[in-house]
């Protein structure tokens, strides 16, 4: 939602270490960092997909180039699960913690409890409404911009249009502003909305869309501002058959994904994302810089890039390691850092 993703200690998933403790520390880095045992965790709303593996091994990728122990958890979309991964991370007594997306009424007061307890925290695609947590972000405007931008590009003023949206997610949220201020500034017209968060969402979603494309067979765009919701709506575009009419223009982007997007035919034609996995090494070195006493800024921002599916196809990419190759800007953020924090491997 940048994804969006999943999470439970009773049906949370606690992944372990993820990177091996490193007590010699690093060399030339501030304080606790020079002398090693930093401990991090990220406790992750949602708990699979091909964009939370690019994410969780971007963190552990830079993790290990900072020499700390990284622990992974997951809540599986449970709001009471993060709470209680979040309490499992404070009475470990972590450095650190990364918050992946979350409802924002559940997460406040446990933020809080950590930073109370000494412990920097730092949120992703979550707005927890503190000044003292960092804020990582994809940008979320501008990925809704750049991509409803290329369907009034290909479709011109007025499409007949409808967008799958869940509210009360922060990215889903942003992404669905841009959308309805879309429809007044260049006559989109929204035919339907719907959507559903849970744990099979694209075929949920699938089911979903093919309701809404027979009761309103003019919509001919459909704006999925999280990959998982265009993954079903391709699912029922192809089986309805009306990929030529009906075009799909997403957020986000996986290996997965860009396979699904150069299919011949495929309705999914343009998406706008972030590298995963970058927004992760970046997620890593903004609590890290907090650990330090360093300020990383409240705004963390990673820019967002558009691909289309005539991009991938003339270049001929096939996946992300691919669009890293060959679009430079999907490679690597400037975002949070600093000379001390090692580059990934």
Not at 172 to 179: E, K, S
Not at 304 to 326: C, G, H, M, S
């Amino acid at each position: 939602m940048s994804r969006l993703k999943s999470i439970a200690i009773t049906g949370a998933a606690v992944l372990g270490l993820a990177t091996a403790g490193h007590a010699a520390g690093l060399s030339g880095a501030p304080a606790p960092f020079d002398k090693g045992d930093v401990k991090i965790a990220v406790v992750n709303f949602i708990g699979g997909g091909d964009w939370l593996q690019a994410f969780e091994a971007g963190a552990k990728r830079q993790a290990d180039a900072l020499k700390v122990d990284l622990r992974i958890s997951e809540a599986r979309q449970d709001p009471d699960a993060q709470r209680r991964l979040i309490e499992d991370a404070i009475n470990r007594k972590v450095d650190g913690i990364i918050i992946n997306n979350g409802k924002p009424e559940a997460l406040k007061d446990e933020a809080q409890k950590a930073i109370d307890a000494g412990i920097k925290v730092v949120a992703y695609d979550v707005n927890l409404d503190n000044p003292k947590i960092p804020q990582v972000e994809q940008s979320d405007a501008e990925m809704a911009r750049l991509v409803l931008d290329q369907a009034i590009k290909e479709q011109g003023h007025g499409i007949k249009g409808g967008v799958v949206y869940v509210a009360g997610f922060a990215p889903l949220d942003r992404r669905y502003a841009v959308w309805k201020d879309f429809g007044k500034t260049h006559g989109l017209e929204e035919r339907a909305v719907w959507g559903v968060v849970n744990d099979s969402v694209p075929a949920s979603v699938a089911d979903q869309t093919k309701a809404v494309l027979r009761a309103h067979p003019e919509i001919t765009a459909i704006f999925t501002p999280w990959d998982e919701f265009a993954r079903g709506v391709k699912l029922a575009i192809d089986e309805l058959g009306v990929a030529e009419k009906v075009k799909v223009y997403g957020v986000d982007i996986s290996t997965s994904d860009i396979q699904a997007i150069i299919e011949p035919k495929s309705p999914w034609v343009a998406t706008a994302a972030t590298n995963a996995a970058v927004v992760g090494e970046v997620s890593v070195r903004a609590v890290a810089l907090l650990i330090a006493g360093q300020d990383p800024g409240h705004s963390v921002l990673v820019k967002p890039q558009l691909v289309t599916r005539a991009d991938l196809v003339e270049k001929n990419v096939k996946t992300i390691e691919e669009l890293a190759d060959k679009i430079p800007a999907f490679r690597a953020s400037e975002a949070a850092t600093a000379p001390w924090i090692p580059a990934v491997k």
